[in-house]
Structure formats: C-alpha cells, structure tokens
Nanobody, 124 residues
Framework: QVQLVESGGGLVQAGGSLRLSCAAS????????MGWFRQAPGKEREFVAA????????TYTGSVKGRFTISRDNSNDTVYLQMNSLKPEDTAIYYC?????????????????WGQGTQVTVSS
C-alpha cells in the first residue's frame, strides 16, 4: 500500500502563487512516475502534470504550461507542484497520484494510488 498526502492548498488572489506538496509513505513510490490532477465543481477530474520516476521528463496540460512546474525529491518521496500566475479557472481540488509505470502518462487509469486532495481557490 502507498499513502499519498497533499498539502499547500489555500486561497490566493489571481496572479498569485502556491506550492503543493505530496508526501508518499508505505511502499516506496520513487520508482514510479507521479502526477497531479484536479477536479473543479461539476467537472471531470483532469490531468494537470506528470513527472517520470527519475525526474527529467515532465508533461503538462496546455492550460498550465509555462505557469506550473512539477518536481520531485525521491530522497524523501515528495512531489511538488509550483503554481504561478494563478487564474480563477485554476480553482479546483488538486490530487496527486502514483503511476503504475515508470514512464509518464496523462490518463487517469494509468494511476493506481490517489491522495485525498487539497483545495485551491483563486479569487478574481
């Protein structure tokens, strides 16, 4: 079993920044890719960003490219999502997830463990 716990969410004004963290415990997740997803009220959960197990390969959904940065520290099994230039449309619950594979992917069914989520609210 792998437990994922997100933190760092909150209320921020448009144009502001937040840094989300996802701490993994249990069986190590450092050999798997990790991802961030988000779900806004009334919408499907959508892919945001993913990072390969070793860190050099990342991918982002188009709406966050250039504003969000995913990174990881395998020494303490933590994944981060730095979010800059936040917009009201970024408001959602953000979830981290562990991939079934070492390579990155964007499909939800590629991920087998999920955290409880952290709320991000961006005011206009």
């Amino acid at each position: 079993q792998v437990q994922l716990v997100e933190s760092g969410g909150g209320l921020v004004q448009a144009g502001g920044s937040l840094r989300l963290s996802c701490a993994a415990s249990g069986r190590t997740s450092s050999s798997r890719a990790m991802g961030w997803f988000r779900q806004a009220p009334g919408k499907e959960r959508e892919f945001v960003a993913a990072i390969s197990w070793s860190g050099p390969t990342t991918t982002y959904t188009g709406s966050v490219k250039g504003r969000f940065t995913i990174s990881r520290d395998n020494s303490n099994d933590t994944v981060y999502l730095q979010m800059n230039s936040l917009k009201p449309e970024d408001t959602a619950i953000y979830y981290c997830a562990r991939s079934r594979t070492v390579g990155i992917g964007t499909a939800r069914n590629l991920y087998d463990y999920w955290g409880q989520g952290t709320q991000v609210t961006v005011s206009s």
